[in-house]
């Protein structure tokens, strides 16, 4: 038996050492946790674009129908694409769904594979964070200053970018803790191109 549930008794199943067994189990709990924080930005980010493409119908319908824009729409449009945009670009990196060059992970053997996706997982785990700190260093400069149009201040368009990069992070983090604890995390990689 491979001791993955199905009622398995704790005899079948090999031993973990303690702390790789409470190492995986924070590990599958904090996925639980990602994943349900990844499912609701994928919510916030498609409610966003939905949103975004309402208020641009409206600003086009009252524009060349009623002849009269309202002011707001389009201040209000951009700083939606903020938020669908970084959020939806953050669950983009926990699902691995942007481009990569992958050439490499085919003909190199398993255990480089998982040393070149660390080495990725980490420079995103830097971008994330540069994401992070230059945005609360714009929100911080822009933050006494008034969105016309929406009377909101100016630094409030720079949240989903610092909200973007947290979540960046946490993805990266928890792909490197789960491969540290000798998770399946690359499970795509070692199905294709195996060692001969």
Sequence with gaps: ????????????????????????????????????????????????LTLMTIIIFWQVFSR?????????????????????????????VRERTHLGFD????????????????????????FGAGMIVYGVQLARLTWNTVMPSLALPGGVSFLPVILGGALV??????????RFAGLPVDADIHATGEEP
Excluded: H
């Design 1 to 48: 038996m491979n001791g993955r549930g199905n009622g398995s008794s704790s005899a079948e199943a090999p031993a973990l050492p303690s702390d790789a067994s409470a190492m995986r189990g924070f590990w599958l709990g904090a996925e639980r946790v990602l994943s349900g924080l990844a499912r609701l930005a994928l919510w916030i980010s498609g409610a966003g």
């Design 64 to 92: 060349y129908v009623l002849n009269r824009s309202p002011s707001w729409t389009e201040s209000f449009s951009v700083l939606l694409m903020g938020w669908f945009i970084f959020l939806g670009a953050a669950v983009g």
């Design 103 to 126: 050439v490499l992970l085919y003909v190199l053997p398993v255990s480089a594979k998982a040393v070149l996706r660390s080495i990725s997982d980490l420079v995103v785990l830097a």
């Design 169 to 178: 992070c946490l993805f990266s983090l928890e792909r490197l803790a789960g």
